[in-house]
């Protein structure tokens, strides 16, 4: 019989107190202590160590984040300026962007770099009011509450950009003017100046001088504040007799521009039938191409 229950493992029971002496009260207070010794000798390591490995998963407090880089800086340039456009960090909050750019030569440390002070959220920026020909070096980052991440860098050159509408045009045979065709929406801010060049198209090989009226070349100028535009010759049924008159014409290095994409067009004539037909306001035509 140990304590309480009976155990093949008898385990030392709390005494109890049923002395009636001093002596006697002495005694087992004694040993009412060695047993409370024993017992925390074995617990206080236990908890100590128990303390000890919690203090490996301290989870340290979370750090305020700033935005990471943005991606896909394109910088498009345009007559006096610089268009912009990239993608903002992805599944991140921001706030607001800032835009610099810097006229300073490549090759030499920046000085002064001019705040262009973007608006709002949307990643699209245009800085204006840039001198032609010369390179801009430009620099975007994001920012949020917490503060601003790092720069993206890029550059561009401003320029007039010259360049076709569209790749094609087409009209019927029965067509008998020169059709004129602007270059650019905007008036250009300097006088530019150049010329365009006929060459045969993939169904007319013959020579230029017998299907043109106006021969392989012309020239084209505007003036500061004008519209380029450029008046393209009209093709003729000649001594060949092509069913179907086509050529292409493409804009050429001048002064005062760049030329864009697309710098060629191909214009063609086609046999037509028209019959007029009024259904629900709209009029229909009927092309007929042999």
Known sequence: MCGWRESSVCRPALPILTSSTPAESRAVLSRVARFARARLSGLIPAVALLLGTASLFHVAPVQAQVPSAQTNLIVTPGDGKLELRW????????????????????????????????????????????????????????????GAGPWVFSSGTPAIILKWPSATVSEAESTTRTRQIRLKSEPVSQAISGTVTYAPGSNNPASLTDDLQTGYATTFSAAAGGFPEIVLALPVNDRLNEVHEKYTVRINAGTGYRVGSPATVSRSRFWTTTRQRHRRGFRWHREQVS
Request: proline share 8%; hydrophobic share 30%.
């Open 87 to 146: 993608d903002g960090p992805l599944g991140e909050v921001v706030t607001g962007y800032d835009v610099h750019y810097n006229p300073s030569p490549l090759n030499q440390p920046a000085t002064a770099w001019t705040n262009d002070n973007h608006s709002g959220t949307l990643p699209i920026h245009a800085i204006s009011s840039l001198k032609n020909g010369i390179r801009v070096r430009v620099r975007v980052r994001a920012k949020n509450d917490n």
